[in-house]
């Protein structure tokens, strides 16, 4: 079994910085893609980034190429988002996934295992 637990939410101005961290616990990370996904109130669940464990390349959505990264440590067993120049429409739950296998997938239907979130708000 795999615990994922989410880290480092807040509210914060435009423009502003926040670092999301994923831990996980019972499994490693090795051998799996991990990717963030976030959630406003009344949207559907979207693709952030992710990272294959094996490899370390990364992927990223439109939305967030160039402001946000993804990066891994794997003697911390842990999955990081630093974001950047954060905008109000970047306010969301976040959430740290493991993927069904050694990739990424942009679906959420592609990740078995998910944390329960942490809060981002971003006032204008």
């Known amino acids: 079994q795999v615990q994922l637990v989410e880290s480092g939410g807040g509210l914060v101005q435009a423009g502003g910085s926040l670092r999301l961290s994923c831990a996980a616990s019972g499994r490693t990370f090795s051998g799996y893609g991990m990717g963030w996904f976030r959630q406003a109130p009344g949207k559907e669940r979207e693709f952030v980034a992710a990272?294959?464990?094996?490899?370390?390349?990364?992927h990223y959505a439109d939305s967030v190429k160039g402001r946000f990264t993804i990066s891994g440590d794997n003697a911390k067993n842990a999955v990081y988002l630093q974001m950047n120049s954060l905008k109000p429409e970047d306010t969301a739950m976040y959430y740290c996934a493991r993927s069904t296998s050694n990739y990424w997938y942009l679906s959420p239907i592609r990740y078995d295992y998910w944390g329960q979130g942490t809060q981002v708000t971003v006032s204008s």
């Open positions: 990272i294959r464990w094996s490899g370390g390349t990364t």
